[in-house]
């Protein structure tokens, strides 16, 4: 069936209500599991309606997740799902149907596997490209340990173009593990897929081979002759003949119809039979039976509530100010290029991609190739712009450090999702940057009070010779205008931003870095007019290099610090702060606000904020407890 609206009412679906367990699924037959398909994938429409979150790539696994649980004894043998975009159909299968509709909320449903959640969830996911090293490990263990279970990794196209996935593939065929690798071949990961493997398959498709399996196991190729025209072929494919995963060592079965569930039982209960590493390669088309996203992929990709409520803020989204300003430093200087991994819609930059097409290098899921690319064009004089989100970054960290910051060389990074980023959960969060960079020499950091600094940051970064990051959150800003003139910032330099009551002597000091300097001075006047206390709010701009001056000048009348971020307390910007103090042998009482050391669960931001007392409220409140507990002591 092709639907063309979300419903706002629960369907009916009498087969899958009677699945709570895919061993009653195993009880159906097998010409009821186009029914159970049809019925899923109406429910999927309704929750995500429901619960806002990721569609697309759900839509498009219904056969296929039907088929994998129909053919293998979940839980006890392994489905890993890499990246988790596609593991909805997964969560209605294996007993967590009704509470999809308050998935990535607050003690709902995780947005991705988890195995504190589920059994059936084998190994957590969020990043791409984790499953098939995930899954030989599984293997390789219970091969040790002589109870052995089918492993089956199921892995997007978008997920094998990072170098991980054919380490792992590798590796597999070197010990010739009992794995098997389902290629979910939908041209698309977030982004389109990019570069000489999505060339690859896209050959394999023209090609118009298809793979039989006899009831025995054996394979056998023929030409498929009604497959029809494949629109995602290459000019540069053409005639291409060799099958990469064969030619790394693998057995290699398909094209499947990744949407025809009875081929899909027939195929996966036949490689059942077979041993060693195999990859059954599978097309499925993103957003599969709801029209609108069949033709809008992308957009598609992830949705909002239906019924939510409130008006959007007018303010842009910090993504935006990056395109803009990307746009705008690219005008002036023939020298910027600009890099993301497979991030071209995220990071705001579709407007550059079209406007300079031949400075615009989508690296596709490749995040340390990203880096270590950007470190190649910046030895030949060229100065690129690395647009990453935070926990992304954490990938290339050997490549920031050894192939960027060693060598001094001269890129920016364009940080975003930094801090915590709500529905999405601890896998996406971007709690870590500030302590995963600050250790590294020659690196500058930054964090924008607002969107405007946020520009101007960019173009100070921009202008610096070396590696230098701005991090800067997710979603809107605080709806400053941002001025056009782009304005270089004395590297180093903080901005006292509000001082309330300054005829008192003693002052309390907050430092705030990046999202949290308003929320610091919103905290601190209610500070000042409920206690009559003397506060000021300094917006310390630069994590590295730290203001020490600043820091310096206010300890004279300072009584207590207290430093503020939407970052771990433990190596933070916070820290930074200590270690100076320590070093310049100046005691104070210090309070330093942040994240707690653990993973945050998914919420919305404005509850993890509340939940991490990072809200105005909750600064305010440990700001009191902490004056109150010096006061008592002296």
Same mark, same amino acid.
């Given at each position: 069936?092709?639907?063309?609206?979300?419903?706002?009412?629960?369907?009916?679906?009498?087969?899958?209500?009677?699945?709570?367990?895919?061993?009653?699924?195993?009880?159906?037959?097998?010409?009821?599991? +186009?029914?159970?398909?049809?019925?899923?994938?109406?429910? %999927?429409?309704?929750?995500?309606?429901?619960?806002?979150?990721?569609?697309?790539?759900?839509?498009?696994?219904?056969?296929?997740?039907?088929?994998?649980?129909?053919?293998?004894?979940?839980?006890?043998?392994?489905?890993?799902?890499?990246?988790?975009?596609? *593991?909805?159909?997964?969560?209605?299968?294996?007993?967590?149907?009704?509470?999809?509709?308050?998935?990535?909320?607050?003690? &709902?449903?995780?947005?991705?596997?988890?195995?504190?959640?589920?059994?059936?969830?084998?190994?957590?996911?969020?990043h791409s490209s984790t499953a098939i090293s995930a899954g030989l490990g599984m293997a390789l263990a219970r091969r040790y340990q002589q109870?052995?279970? $089918?492993?089956?990794?199921?892995?997007?196209?978008?997920?094998? =173009?990072?170098?991980?996935?054919?380490?792992?593939?590798?590796?597999?065929?070197?010990?010739?593990?009992?794995?098997?690798?389902?290629?979910?071949?939908?041209?698309?990961?977030?982004?389109?897929?990019?570069?000489?493997?999505?060339?690859?398959?896209?050959?394999?498709?023209?090609?118009?081979?298809?793979?039989?399996?006899?009831?025995?196991?054996?394979?056998?190729?023929?030409?498929?002759?009604?497959?029809?025209?494949?629109?995602?072929?290459?000019?540069?494919?053409?005639?291409?003949?060799?099958?990469?995963?064969?030619?790394?060592?693998?057995?290699?079965?398909?094209?499947?119809?990744?949407?025809?569930?009875?081929?899909?039982?027939?195929?996966?209960?036949?490689?059942?039979?077979?041993?060693?590493?195999?990859?059954?390669?599978?097309? +499925?088309?993103?957003?599969?039976?709801?029209?609108?996203?069949?033709?809008?992929?992308?957009?598609?990709?992830?949705?909002?509530?239906?019924?939510?409520?409130?008006?959007?803020?007018?303010?842009?989204?910090?993504?935006d100010i990056f395109g803009e300003w990307l746009c705008d430093e690219a005008a002036q200087d023939k020298r910027l290029l600009a890099i993301t991994p497979a991030m071209c819609e995220g990071s705001g930059m579709v407007a550059f991609a079209k406007q300079f097409p031949e400075?615009?290098?989508?690296? *596709?899921?490749?995040?340390?190739?990203?880096?270590?690319?950007?470190? &190649?064009?910046?030895?030949?004089?060229?100065?690129?712009?690395?647009?990453?989100?935070?926990?992304?970054?954490?990938? &290339?960290?050997?490549?920031?450090?050894?192939?960027?910051?060693?060598?001094?060389?001269?890129?920016?990074?364009?940080?975003?999702?930094?801090?915590?980023?709500?529905?999405?959960?601890? =896998?996406?969060?971007?709690?870590?940057?500030?302590?995963?960079?600050?250790?590294?020499?020659?690196?500058?950091?930054?964090?924008?009070?607002?969107?405007?600094?946020?520009?101007?940051?960019?173009?100070?970064?921009?202008?610096?010779?070396?590696?230098?990051?701005?991090?800067?959150?997710?979603?809107?800003?605080?709806?400053?205008?941002?001025?056009?003139?782009? +304005? $270089?910032?004395?590297?180093?330099?903080? $901005?006292?931003?509000? @001082?309330?009551?300054?005829?008192?002597?003693?002052?309390?000091?907050?430092?705030?870095?990046?999202?949290?300097?308003?929320?610091?001075?919103? *905290?601190? $006047?209610?500070?000042?007019?409920?206690?009559?206390?003397? @506060?000021?709010?300094?917006?310390?701009?630069?994590?590295?290099?730290?203001?020490?001056? %600043?820091?310096?000048?206010?300890?004279?009348?300072?009584?207590?610090?207290? +430093?503020?971020?939407?970052?771990?307390?433990? &190596?933070?910007?916070?820290?930074?702060?200590?270690?100076?103090? *320590?070093?310049?042998?100046?005691?104070?009482?210090?309070?330093?606000?942040?994240?707690?050391?653990?993973?945050?669960?998914?919420?919305?931001?404005?509850?993890?904020?509340?939940?991490?007392?990072?809200?105005?409220?909750?600064?305010?409140?440990?700001?009191?407890?902490?004056?109150?507990?010096? @006061?008592?002591?002296?």
């Open positions: 069936m092709l639907y063309t609206e979300i419903p706002a009412q629960r369907p009916v679906t009498p087969l899958l209500d009677g699945i709570d367990h895919p061993q009653q699924l195993r009880q159906l037959a097998p010409g009821q599991l +186009t029914q159970v398909a049809d019925e899923l994938r109406q429910y %999927i429409l309704y929750a995500a309606g429901q619960s806002g979150g990721h569609f697309g790539a759900n839509l498009g696994v219904v056969e296929l997740t039907i088929a994998l649980h129909y053919c293998f004894s979940t839980p006890h043998d392994r489905l890993i799902w890499d990246v988790g975009h596609q *593991a909805y159909p997964h969560k209605v299968l294996t007993g967590r149907r009704e509470q999809l509709t308050g998935i990535r909320s607050r003690h &709902g449903l995780a947005a991705f596997p988890s195995r504190e959640e589920s059994e059936f969830d084998a190994f957590g996911v969020g109870n052995p279970c $089918e492993i089956v990794a199921i892995v997007g196209d978008g997920a094998m =173009t990072a170098g991980m996935a054919f380490e792992a593939m590798n590796d597999a065929v070197a010990h010739h593990a009992d794995l098997l690798v389902v290629l979910n071949d939908n041209d698309m990961s977030i982004s389109c897929s990019t570069g000489g493997f999505a060339r690859h398959l896209a050959a394999i498709w023209e090609k118009g081979q298809s793979v039989n399996i006899s009831e025995s196991g054996e394979a056998y190729i023929e030409a498929h002759p009604d497959w029809g025209y494949n629109s995602r072929l290459h000019e540069s494919a053409t005639g291409a003949a060799d099958n990469l995963f064969k030619a790394i060592g693998f057995d290699y079965f398909g094209p499947f119809d990744g949407h025809d569930v009875n081929q899909l039982v027939q195929v996966l209960n036949a490689l059942k039979k077979r041993k060693g590493p195999r990859l059954v390669h599978v097309y +499925t088309k993103k957003g599969k039976g709801f029209a609108p996203a069949e033709a809008d992929q992308i957009k598609y990709h992830a949705i909002g509530k239906i019924n939510a409520v409130g008006s959007a803020s007018r303010a842009p989204k910090y993504s400075r615009f290098f989508d690296v *596709a899921i490749a995040e340390q190739h990203a880096v270590t690319l950007a470190a &190649g064009m910046a030895c030949e004089g060229l100065k690129p712009v690395v647009a990453i989100y935070s926990t992304f970054l954490q990938r &290339g960290y050997d490549q920031l450090i050894h192939d960027v910051a060693l060598q001094n060389l001269d890129v920016t990074f364009g940080i975003d999702r930094a801090g915590l980023v709500g529905e999405d959960g601890p =896998t996406h969060a971007g709690a870590y940057d500030y302590a995963y960079m600050r250790t590294i020499p020659n690196m500058v950091i930054m964090a924008p009070k607002d969107e405007n600094e946020c520009r101007q940051m960019l173009h100070t970064a921009y202008l610096y010779n070396g590696p230098a990051a701005v991090r800067y959150p997710r979603g809107a800003g605080t709806g400053v205008e941002v001025q056009k003139q782009l +304005t $270089e910032l004395e590297i180093g330099r903080a $901005e006292i931003v509000a @001082v309330f009551n300054p005829q008192h002597e003693e002052h309390i000091s907050i430092l705030a870095f990046g999202s949290r300097v308003s929320v610091a001075v919103t *905290a601190a $006047e209610q500070l000042a007019q409920q206690h009559d206390l003397a @506060v000021q709010v300094v917006n310390m701009r630069y994590v590295k290099p730290l203001d020490e001056a %600043i820091i310096s000048q206010l300890a004279e009348h300072t009584a207590l610090f207290v +430093t503020i971020e939407e970052h771990a307390v433990m &190596g933070g910007a916070g820290s930074a702060v200590n270690e100076y103090l *320590a070093r310049a042998q100046i005691l104070k009482p210090m309070l330093n606000l942040g994240l707690a050391d653990q993973f945050m669960a998914q919420a919305t931001h404005e509850q993890m904020l509340q939940e991490s007392g990072l809200d105005a409220a909750g600064i305010q409140d440990a700001i009191e407890k902490a004056w109150l507990k010096l @006061v008592q002591m002296v």
